[in-house]
């Protein structure tokens, strides 16, 4: 019976989990904006957080800066601990809902902005078809965040994380065009080089140098280009292209199944993206995350097939 009072006080001593938790996401994004932005939840619930945790513990956790917040040495030698708490609990967590082999329950997948609304709904569509008992949540952002903290199972990506703890698969590569609407080229004409392009109004991202960088890399100027457009966010920039604002790029797949808009072959080499599939190696394992993992598998590596060859439009008048 010792023991077990004993066993209890300590229990009663230790941290809620919920700090610990506030504690990791502001300590691996450095911030309480971003660590809120992570966790889903507000900048000052994570801000109470860690003055309780700091209170219960009866130190300093963080020097507070006008960019955010750096851990103390105190800090830095707990984070370890707390790294491997979080690791027990989703084992214990991932241990029970491994033992059910239904195809049910929930499956978050995190994707760019683009590749959620423009590839991805129809593969999603597809699976939650055959699999009616699972709930898919499509999480589209920009933001490259830590898959613990991002509370997505699978992540879609145009580049190789290289966090230890994750399980990654290279699709292929997605091809990049250059395209313009019809109505736009009806207008202003067809270029037919890049000396021509110019003389054209070209669609750019607004602080995503890519696009200008690109330019650059093979020769051109991107200064004494007409930017008529920008945008960075992508579905938005690619609504601008469409709506005839002038010339942009797309990924091939999309764009080609678009009526509205017409390839130009102008000769420039766009780089293609490389997209991989992403997940926790213990979430992985999971009966409905490996079904939809192999499923978003087989439906993007069709998505990569090459596509046709350009269909070039005769120019107008």
Same mark, same amino acid.
């Given at each position: 019976?010792?023991?077990?009072?004993?066993?209890?006080?300590?229990?009663?001593?230790?941290?809620?989990?919920?700090?610990?938790?506030?504690?990791?996401?502001?300590?691996? @994004?450095?911030?309480?904006? +971003?660590?809120?932005?992570?966790?889903?939840?507000? *900048?000052?619930?994570?801000?109470?957080? !860690?003055?309780?945790?700091?209170?219960?513990?009866?130190? %300093?956790?963080?020097?507070?800066?006008?960019?955010?917040?750096?851990? @103390?040495?105190?800090?830095?030698?707990?984070?370890?601990?707390?790294?491997?708490? *979080?690791?027990?609990?989703?084992?214990?967590?991932?241990?029970?809902?491994? *033992?059910?082999?239904? =195809?049910?329950?929930?499956?978050?997948?995190? +994707?760019?902005?683009?590749?959620?609304?423009?590839?991805? $709904?129809?593969?999603?569509?597809?699976?939650?078809?055959?699999?009616?008992?699972? @709930?898919?949540?499509?999480?589209?952002?920009?933001?490259?965040?830590?898959?613990?903290?991002?509370?997505?199972?699978? +992540?879609?990506?145009?580049?190789?994380?290289?966090?230890?703890?994750?399980?990654?698969?290279?699709?292929?590569?997605? %091809?990049?065009?250059?395209?313009? &609407?019809?109505?736009?080229?009806?207008?202003?004409?067809?270029?037919?080089?890049?000396?021509?392009?110019?003389?054209?109004?070209?669609?750019?991202?607004?602080?995503?140098?890519? !696009?200008?960088?690109?330019? +650059? &890399?093979?020769?051109?100027?991107?200064?004494?280009?007409?930017?008529?457009?920008?945008?960075?966010?992508?579905? &938005?920039?690619? %609504? =601008?292209?469409?709506?005839?604002?002038?010339?942009?790029?797309?990924?091939?797949?999309?764009?080609?199944?678009?009526?509205?808009?017409?390839?130009?072959?102008?000769?420039?080499?766009?780089?293609?993206?490389?997209?991989?599939? @992403?997940?926790?190696?213990?979430?992985?394992?999971?009966?409905? !995350?490996?079904?939809?993992?192999?499923?978003?598998?087989?439906?993007?590596?069709?998505?990569?097939? $090459?596509?046709?060859? !350009?269909?070039?439009?005769?120019?107008?008048?």
């Amino acid at each position: 019976m010792r023991d077990m009072q004993s066993c209890m006080s300590f229990d009663a001593d230790l941290p809620d989990w919920s700090l610990i938790r506030s504690f990791l996401a502001v300590a691996e @994004t450095g911030s309480l904006s +971003a660590g809120a932005r992570a966790t889903g939840q507000s *900048q000052p619930t994570l801000g109470r957080h !860690i003055r309780a945790l700091e209170a219960r513990l009866g130190v %300093e956790l963080f020097h507070r800066h006008p960019l955010g917040l750096a851990l @103390t040495p105190v800090g830095q030698e707990l984070l370890e601990p707390a790294r491997r708490m *979080q690791l027990g609990l989703r084992d214990l967590a991932l241990g029970a809902k491994a *033992q059910s082999p239904t =195809l049910s329950g929930e499956v978050r997948i995190a +994707a760019s902005v683009f590749v959620a609304h423009h590839l991805l $709904p129809r593969i999603l569509a597809r699976i939650a078809s055959d699999a009616p008992h699972l @709930t898919l949540i499509l999480m589209p952002s920009d933001e490259s965040e830590n898959l613990a903290f991002r509370g997505a199972d699978i +992540a879609v990506r145009m580049y190789r994380p290289h966090q230890l703890d994750l399980v990654t698969r290279h699709l292929g590569d997605i %091809e990049i065009g250059m395209f313009a &609407a019809r109505s736009y080229l009806d207008r202003a004409g067809r270029p037919r080089s890049m000396a021509d392009l110019m003389g054209h109004a070209i669609v750019d991202y607004d602080r995503n140098p890519l !696009i200008r960088r690109g330019m +650059a &890399a093979q020769g051109w100027r991107p200064e004494e280009a007409r930017f008529a457009l920008r945008s960075d966010n992508q579905s &938005a920039y690619w %609504e =601008l292209v469409r709506a005839g604002g002038g010339i942009g790029v797309c990924l091939r797949p999309v764009a080609r199944a678009d009526p509205l808009v017409e390839e130009l072959d102008l000769g420039a080499h766009i780089p293609p993206l490389p997209v991989w599939l @992403t997940a926790q190696d213990s979430v992985r394992r999971i009966p409905r !995350i490996d079904h939809v993992w192999r499923a978003l598998a087989e439906g993007l590596a069709a998505a990569l097939q $090459p596509s046709r060859q !350009i269909d070039r439009a005769a120019p107008s008048g």
